[in-house]
């Protein structure tokens, strides 16, 4: 196996000290303290490359606007002169709204600017009817804008996380005929811009969930990863170079729909999420008498249900390593970040095995990535989708994400 030398994320964020550029700028000072938490002007200025003059305009004026705030009684000493204050992001500055339109569940939550979860609504179904779904979305968003009083005037817009095709696989749930084919008229992220004033933007569930490790997990230390979203069907994300890749269809990391080949026979042995898709645990445990639902929580570790998910990982775990080994071969990775809407032993369990099974492939001519526990958890997807309004009004692009500099 070959070895990657340790190296630092080294992407600058180029602003223009040209006056024609401020709200650029501004963009990229807020993006930065986004990324890297509360930082003195001094520290802004060498991140973004900007003059410590503009970078002191800019600042004073997002704290008059009311979108950062200097930290209170918070000082860092620099080498020379007097300690500086560090500035970060004033929560209630802003705020935006995410929606997870789910197999299995609708999320809907407020985040404030500092990326704080403010209020949530939940509603679990068997399957996503669309007739039922989207009017019981329609209420909670009312609820959710509700919730935050005055505040709902800062919202800067609906996040949508969504499968590209929830109406897709209708084979493995237990539903009516046709049930799940009315969604294959739907535009989702028209369906819900009839429904507010907001403006909408969208993203593939697993996409949304990656930027949100991006963002406030695992990725503001890693250059390069591919993000693995162990839900009701196992999907993923991809980040290059420190930055987010959707891919022209807005569907890259889409690592559910790797083939597999049994290894014995090597025969054709379907997709990833055919094996490594938590649907697959609910109907083991389902067909054992425990709610289906006990797949994505604590029971599922229980000693009463663990050796269906003993079973479940002899399956699982080698077939994640298998579509690990193939990405790595053409994307050079350099780790692998594993999330989920399972219990966190479990998880944890899933990243250790997979790690094990990593060592059964030849590495000649490649580097093995490491793994990685994601930080987010279920509200990944939620949480992704909430960023992408912040991103759409504050942010230098949509793709573009700050990363450390070298020193």
């Not at 729909?257 to 109907?283: C, F, H, I, M, W």
């Not at 990535?369 to 930080?375: A, D, K, M, S």
Request: aromatic share 6%.
């Amino acid at each position: 196996m070959s070895e990657r030398p340790a190296r630092k994320a080294s992407m600058h964020s180029v602003g223009s000290n040209q006056l024609g550029m401020r709200q650029f700028n501004e963009r990229i000072v807020l993006q930065a303290i986004r990324l890297h938490g509360a930082l003195a002007k001094a520290d802004i200025a060498r991140m973004t490359r900007l003059s410590m003059q503009t970078v002191s305009l800019i600042v004073d004026h997002l704290i008059a606007d009311g979108l950062l705030a200097k930290e209170p009684r918070a000082r860092v000493r620099g080498r020379i002169g007097q300690p500086s204050v560090p500035i970060s992001l004033r929560a209630d500055g802003a705020f935006s709204i995410g929606v997870k339109v789910g197999r299995r569940s609708l999320d809907v939550l407020s985040m404030d600017f500092a990326g704080n979860v403010r209020t949530r609504e939940t509603l679990e179904y068997a399957y996503p009817d669309p007739h039922t779904l989207f009017p019981a979305l329609e209420t909670r968003l009312a609820h959710v804008t509700a919730a935050l009083g005055d505040d709902a005037r800062k919202i800067a817009g609906i996040g949508v996380a969504a499968p590209l095709w929830i109406g897709g696989w209708r084979d493995f749930f237990d539903t009516p005929p046709d049930a799940l084919a009315a969604w294959d008229d739907i535009d989702i992220r028209a369906r819900i811009e009839a429904m507010t004033a907001l403006p909408v933007e969208f993203a593939k569930d697993t996409t949304a969930a990656c930027a949100a490790e991006l963002v406030m997990g695992q990725g503001r230390g890693l250059r390069d990863f591919l993000y693995v979203f162990i839900g009701t069907f196992i999907g993923g994300g991809l980040v290059i170079d420190g930055r987010l890749h959707a891919g022209p269809g807005g569907n890259a990391g889409a690592i559910g729909s790797l083939p597999l080949v049994d290894r014995a026979s090597g025969k054709r042995a379907g997709q990833l999420l055919n094996t490594a898709s938590v649907y697959v645990l609910e109907k083991a445990l389902a067909a054992a008498g425990a709610p289906a639902a006990a797949a994505h929580d604590e029971r599922a570790w229980s000693p009463e249900w663990r050796a269906l998910s003993e079973a479940w990982m002899r399956d699982t775990c080698p077939a994640i390593a298998a579509g690990i080994a193939s990405s790595s071969a053409l994307l050079d990775l350099e780790a692998v970040v594993i999330d989920g809407e399972i219990d966190r032993i479990l998880l944890r369990e899933v990243i250790g095995r997979t790690n094990d099974a990593l060592g059964a492939f030849d590495w000649q001519g490649m580097t093995r990535p490491r793994l990685v526990e994601g930080q987010i958890g279920p509200d990944a997807r939620a949480m992704g989708g909430a960023i992408l309004p912040l991103y759409a009004h504050f942010a230098p692009k949509h793709e573009l994400f700050l990363k450390p500099l070298e020193v």
